[in-house]
T-cell receptor, first 111, second 114 residues
């Protein structure tokens, strides 16, 4: 079983829909990252969370430490949101970038 | 704003050759991380450097080595290349100004070993 599980693996939505991507992890963590990867490989860091909730524009990320679960929400989705969204966790010890990555959720938003 | 720069963008090598990948962090970032992402695979952490010293080590093969230079750029040296080394190699940097909180990623180097 992977230490970081994401669901769904693939998601197709219509423009304007509210989207939720889930991440569950089985290890103790000091932080959780949500990353966005576009075709061609470029990765953008969206959020780093250790507790609670963060919001940036149409993106909202939440984390429940007790349940070892995080969600990424996209409101009013747009075709430009189409990308792979990756959840990655930082365990205790090691450098900040020593992350365990999920397999990603491929999101496609249709106009 | 300046981002993390990686070069080359694409690299084609043959088996048993060597390759050198470069990563230039955001100015004033003192920490660099390297990752390997095989086709259809999730990224794997390889190694990191802080202030020119290795700070952490992940699943980096013994055939690979890396270093961080005085200008904080980093190079990943890969020798005796194997077909299985074909992957996207990307780096990230972080710095004290943001409390090392946020990672900034480069676009990656796509290595193909033939």
């Amino acid at each position: 079983k992977n230490e970081v599980e994401q669901s769904p693996q693939n998601l197709t939505a219509q423009e304007g829909e509210f989207i939720t991507i889930n991440c569950s992890y089985s290890v103790g963590i000091s932080a959780l990252h949500w990353l966005q990867q576009h075709p061609g490989g470029g990765i953008v860091s969206l959020f780093m969370l250790s507790s609670g909730k963060k919001k940036h524009g149409r993106l909202i990320a939440t984390i429940n430490i007790q349940e070892k679960h995080s969600s990424l929400h996209i409101t009013a989705s747009h075709p430009r949101d189409s990308a792979v969204y990756i959840c990655a966790v930082k365990g205790y010890g090691g450098s900040q970038g020593n992350l365990i990555f999920g397999k990603g959720t491929k999101l496609s938003v249709k106009p | 704003a300046a981002g993390v720069i990686q070069s080359p963008r694409h690299l084609i090598k043959e088996k048993r050759e060597t390759a050198t990948l470069k990563c230039y962090p955001i100015p004033r970032h003192d920490t660099v991380y390297w990752y390997q992402q095989g086709p259809g695979q999730d990224p794997q952490f390889l190694i990191s450097f802080y202030e020119k010293m290795q700070s952490d080590k992940g699943s980096i093969p013994d055939r690979f080595s890396a270093q961080q230079f005085s200008d904080y750029h980093s190079e990943l040296n890969m020798s005796s290349l194997e077909l299985g080394d074909s992957a996207l190699y990307f780096c990230a940097s972080s710095g004290r100004l943001r409390g090392y909180e946020k990672l900034f990623f480069g676009s990656g180097t796509q290595l193909s070993v033939l």
